[in-house]
């Protein structure tokens, strides 16, 4: 069966430090993987997404970026974050139709202090 | 425009009794999927039921059924037999033919009663 790891679970971070999420799938190929942000009490913004190795799609320009360096392997990443960036973010694997619904990781709870 | 619409930012009902969490979606396709998700206080996105466009039944899994009216582009969310571990944030999402992704609407806050 397949499996989706997201970590880690908390990350309490100083403003202009880096960033580097990871997400895995395990049991499938080919998996389109997406990234997702939540604010507090809010709906999910989505950020990325990805259908292939080095392919990455952007929803909303901003301090954020994404890498698909293997199949099964999605980092979301920033250079220097920013108070604004604090937020719930998840991770998400699904096949490219449409009664396919997604998988989500546990989700990173990110603080900026 | 808003592809996903859910009214009620939050809802309350008695344990043990039904409650509908209302969606609405706009979309000119012939061809698309339908979702609710419940998002406990942990986080975690839940997936609970579909319902295909071309699905003429209502899908129904467990305590939970969606209220499909197609005519209307409504994909209400019934929740039968409350219970105090209902309580979370629910989504109501759309796949699209045309689109990769899913669109997901603002949630519904429910808190049931003991």
């Not at chain 1, 080919?30 to 997404?49: C, D, E, I, K």
């Not at chain 2, 425009?1 to 969490?21: D, N, R, S």
């Not at chain 2, 059924?65 to 209400?76: E, I, M, Y």
């Amino acid at each position: 069966s397949q499996t989706i790891h997201q970590w880690p679970a908390t990350l309490v971070q100083p403003v202009g430090s880096p960033l580097s999420l990871e997400c895995t799938v395990e049991g499938t190929s080919n998996p389109n993987l997406y990234w997702y942000r939540q604010a507090a009490g809010r709906g999910l913004q989505l950020l990325f997404y990805s259908v292939g190795i080095g392919q990455i799609s952007s929803e909303v320009p901003q301090n954020l970026s994404a890498s698909r360096p293997q199949d099964r392997q999605f980092i979301l990443s920033s250079k220097k974050l920013l108070l604004s960036d604090s937020g719930f973010y998840l991770c998400a694997w699904s096949r490219d139709r449409t009664d396919y619904g997604y998988t989500f990781g546990s989700g990173t709870r990110l603080t900026v202090v | 425009a808003q592809k996903i619409t859910q009214t009620q930012p939050g809802m309350f009902v008695q344990e043990k009794e039904a409650v509908t969490l209302d969606c609405t979606y706009d979309t000119s396709d012939q061809s698309y999927g339908l979702f609710w998700y419940k998002q406990p206080s942990s986080g975690e996105m839940i997936f609970l039921i579909y319902q295909g466009s071309y699905d003429e039944q209502n899908a129904t899994e467990g305590r939970y059924s969606l209220n499909f009216q197609k005519a209307r582009k409504s994909a209400n969310l019934v929740i039968s037999a409350s219970q105090l571990g209902d309580s979370a944030m629910y989504f109501c999402a759309m796949r699209e033919g045309r689109d990769n992704d899913m669109r997901f609407g603002a949630g519904t806050r429910l808190t049931v009663k003991p």
